[in-house]
């Protein structure tokens, strides 16, 4: 069976803000003039936790003390493929390092961002902690 | 350069934002514990448009209801509280009442027919933001309305775990139902069972190549245990390996150049390498013992098998150059049919519990074992190409068939005529 013709549809037209409101991530670059607010602003709450939730999964710890933290840094294109992974800070331990950089390398790709985040990709800073 | 701060609680975690203003948004998060929760989606039937034949709409809202009823990332909401939702026409309003019955998303869209073809337009909203999460219009012959809610349902699962669902894989599997052992393959959910071989000799252990090209299987087509390479597509049939002695229990490399399978040309039963092209063979393991049943890692580095080198059937691992080998099954007696999941991490296998065989999984890193106990005998298991899934064959009804435990836990009986085992699961063709 012959795969199915399929199109984005025409990219939905963000729908103008409430009194109050605000367009979230959107206003990084083309649209500034939005004030950024309290956090039902943010529109991408459920792809930031959908992120965190498919590291998490692929995370496997080592045994380090409490208060281990490392600095991972990526950035996550319009189809959720992962580049520029790099290791921002290390927590001094070699170990937890790798353990937090190879937890992207399994969560690689990520879901593709939001079709109404307009910007062609999105830099995360993620700190890995024990 | 102005820095935003913004912080949102999700269920356990306290995520804290910072946003700046560059040329594409950089934000900081804090993670601290690991978990994969559901999202919890209202998936009303697509408003079928006039003129649309009701069984092509029936077809296709029928295929997207068991797919997403299966489907690994998403919880679909109970259908019964969707009569509490009153219409309203401020989207804000109506985002919210859907929300207070318990759902993160809401999919809606339109079935019809246009002309000779089937179109049908999905939406996603998130119904925090009010934001889409997905919109695609999908367009196919009228006839093809599964296909599309399979590739709808596969989209869907995407815009949660960044890979397409299995709804468009198949399973092909060994199966007697015509008098003889013949090759056979079938889509995920058990439907449009086809026969590939019709060769009145015995099939055997069947592997896919990655692409879905190709299945490598055992045949005593010319007599003696032999390894054929079939195209399906094709109906093109190659002998690829038959010096002798027996062939089996093949595995293709993730780049489809290789096949690994157990041979006892020089006598004892050990592991070689072939290119999918033939040609001479390598021997990988040398050990007194029997060594069977390659299984290729996904990052192709490495090669699961099973051997009784310590005395009972366990599984090791070694690298693709049949070095440093070590051993990854513990806590049982046996424990042979390894298959990776494409994550590289975990690995199903058969194992003996309590006098019946069971299917088990290994975690490759910690050798953490878990057995899923189930009625009968459960063996020869294989993980759906997205690792939600596993398929295996069961003898809980009398004779074995070939069941799937979807990511619910909840087992799919996919065939019922003859004998069915050995299944081997691959996604989409490319």
Redesign the interface.
């Known amino acids: 069976m012959a795969a199915p013709e399929q199109e984005e549809t025409p990219r939905p037209t963000p729908v103008p803000a409430p009194a109050g409101g605000g367009a979230g991530l959107s206003v990084g670059g083309d649209n500034g003039k939005q004030i950024p607010g309290i956090p039902s602003d943010f529109h991408f709450a459920y792809y930031v936790q959908r992120m965190l939730a498919l590291i998490e999964s692929r995370w496997y710890k080592p045994a380090v003390p409490a208060g281990t933290k490392a600095l991972v840094r990526f950035t996550i294109d319009r189809e959720g493929r992962l580049s520029r992974i790099e290791l921002e800070s290390s927590s001094g331990n070699s170990s937890f390092d790798r353990a937090a950089l190879r937890a992207m390398y399994g969560a690689n790709p990520l879901p593709p961002l939001p079709p109404a985040y307009a910007k062609p990709s999105l830099t995360v800073h993620l700190t890995f902690s024990e | 350069m102005k820095a935003?701060?913004?912080?949102?609680?999700?269920?356990a975690?306290l995520?804290g934002?910072?946003?700046s203003?560059?040329?594409?948004?950089?934000?900081?998060?804090?993670?601290?514990?690991?978990?994969?929760?559901r999202?919890s989606v209202a998936a009303p039937p697509l408003m079928v448009l006039p003129g649309t034949p009701a069984d092509v709409a029936h077809d296709f809202q029928e295929t997207l209801d068991a797919d997403l009823a299966a489907a690994a990332p998403i919880a679909i909401l109970e259908r019964r509280l969707y009569s509490l939702v009153e219409d309203d026409p401020r989207?804000?309003v109506l985002n919210e009442r859907w929300r207070s019955i318990g759902a993160?998303?809401l999919l809606s869209g339109t079935v019809v027919r246009a002309g000779g073809q089937l179109v049908v337009?999905a939406?996603l909203v998130?119904l925090?933001?009010?934001?889409?999460?997905?919109?695609?219009?999908?367009?196919?012959g009228i006839s093809?309305a599964p296909?599309?809610a399979h590739?709808l349902a596969n989209d869907l699962v995407?815009?949660?775990?960044?890979?397409q669902g299995p709804f468009?894989s198949r399973i092909a599997f060994i199966s007697d139902r015509t008098g003889s052992s013949e090759l056979w393959v079938m889509d995920w959910n058990g439907d449009n069972q086809k026969q590939l071989t019709k060769h009145n000799s015995l099939a055997l252990a069947p592997t896919w190549s990655p692409d879905g090209k190709h299945l490598v299987f055992t045949s005593y087509l010319r007599g003696n245990p032999a390894l054929y390479l079939l195209t399906p597509q094709e109906g093109y049939l190659k002998l690829l390996w038959d010096k002798g002695g027996v062939n089996s229990s093949a595995s293709i490399s993730p780049d489809g150049s290789t096949v690994a399978f157990a041979s006892s040309i020089e006598g004892n039963v050990d592991i070689y390498t072939i290119s999918i092209e033939g040609g001479e063979a390598r021997r990988l393991t040398t050990a007194r013992g029997i060594d069977t049943q390659p299984s290729w890692a996904p990052n192709g580095r490495q090669i699961a098998f099973t051997s009784s080198r310590s005395g009972s059937p366990q599984l090791y691992q070694m690298d693709a150059d049949g070095s440093n080998i070590r051993r990854v099954s513990f806590g049982a007696y046996f424990h042979d049919e390894g298959t990776w999941a494409y994550?590289?991490?975990r690995i199903a296998c058969t194992t003996r519990d309590e006098g019946s065989f069971q299917i088990a999984t290994i975690d490759a890193?910690?050798t953490e074992r878990t057995v899923i106990p189930a009625p009968g005998n459960n063996e020869s298991p294989c993980f759906s190409p997205e690792g939600s899934m596993i398929a295996f064959a069961s003898d809980r009804t009398g004779k074995p068939q070939i069941y799937i435990t979807d990511a619910n836990g909840v087992p799919h009986q996919l065939t019922s005529e003859g004998k069915n085992h050995s299944p081997t699961w691959v996604g989409?063709s490319q």
């Open positions: 935003r701060v913004f912080f949102i609680t999700a269920a975690l995520v934002l910072v946003v203003a560059q040329q594409d948004d950089d934000i900081y998060i804090t993670i601290t514990q690991p978990g994969l929760r999202v989207p804000e993160q998303f337009e939406r998130d925090v933001s009010g934001e889409f999460a997905f919109a695609k219009r999908y367009r196919a093809a296909t599309v590739t995407k815009v949660f775990t960044g890979r468009l994550d590289g991490v890193i910690s989409q």
